[in-house]
């Protein structure tokens, strides 16, 4: 007591040092808090972010177009959807890129189930547009609907070759970089063409 009473002012300096020693130490213990809560989001975001893009990767739509000889009359389309989702193919699309007549299109309305591929011949079809005897390049794109909206693939290229109404080659030369586009919704026009004729607006500009 005797110590007490000889120190009283060092021990009242300590006790009014407490509370500020005591908001040091949760300042600093907050600030850690808050570092640790900020990696926490950010390693979340980063999470979601993948779940996103995987997501996206097997949900959203794509297509893949390959033609395929089967013999020297015969000329298959496959079209395999690589997507989880499945689509209504609707507008099958040909651009003669050598020939005289440039754009040609049919009509579809086929399922395509989700990893399924869906085939056709185009044999008399692809001659028609480009004669019995051509070499050069063909275009080919796809127009569906997915998810309540119409997309249509890039154009994916061929080199044909085809002698006397035989088809001798046809080989792909590029693959689309690009993925599926959005062409419209139900909520435009339903007059709106299901895709762009890309080539005949370049002619139209040419001949002006």
């Given at each position: ?166 088809f001798l080659r046809a080989d792909a030369i590029t693959l689309p970089a690009r993925r599926v586009k959005v062409a419209h919704t139900h909520e435009q026009p339903a007059e709106l063409e ?7 607006a370049e002619n139209k500009r040419d001949e002006e």
């Amino acid at each position: 007591m005797s110590w007490l009473n000889d120190h009283t002012g060092l021990v009242t300096t300590l006790i009014n040092y407490v509370p500020i020693v005591t908001t040091v130490v949760t300042c600093i213990f907050s600030l850690v808090l808050a570092r640790a809560t900020l990696r926490q989001v950010e390693a979340t975001d980063k999470g979601l972010a993948l779940a996103r893009e995987e997501f996206e990767r097997e949900w959203s739509p794509e297509l893949h177009i390959k033609l395929r000889r089967l013999s020297a009359t015969e000329l298959e389309i496959y079209v395999t959807n690589l997507a989880k989702a499945s689509v209504l193919l609707e507008v099958l699309q040909f651009r003669n890129l050598t020939g005289g007549k440039p754009f040609e299109k049919c009509t579809l309305n086929d399922p395509l189930i989700g990893g399924m591929t869906w085939t056709e011949g185009i044999g008399e079809r692809l001659t028609g547009m480009t004669g019995k005897d051509f070499e050069g390049i063909v275009d080919i794109s796809i127009s569906f609907f997915a998810a309540g909206r119409m997309f249509r693939t890039d154009w994916f290229r061929f080199n044909v070759l085809i002698h006397n109404g035989h088809f001798l080659r046809a080989d792909a030369i590029t693959l689309p970089a690009r993925r599926v586009k959005v062409a419209h919704t139900h909520e435009q026009p339903a007059e709106l063409e299901f895709v762009k004729d890309v080539v005949s607006a370049e002619n139209k500009r040419d001949e002006e």
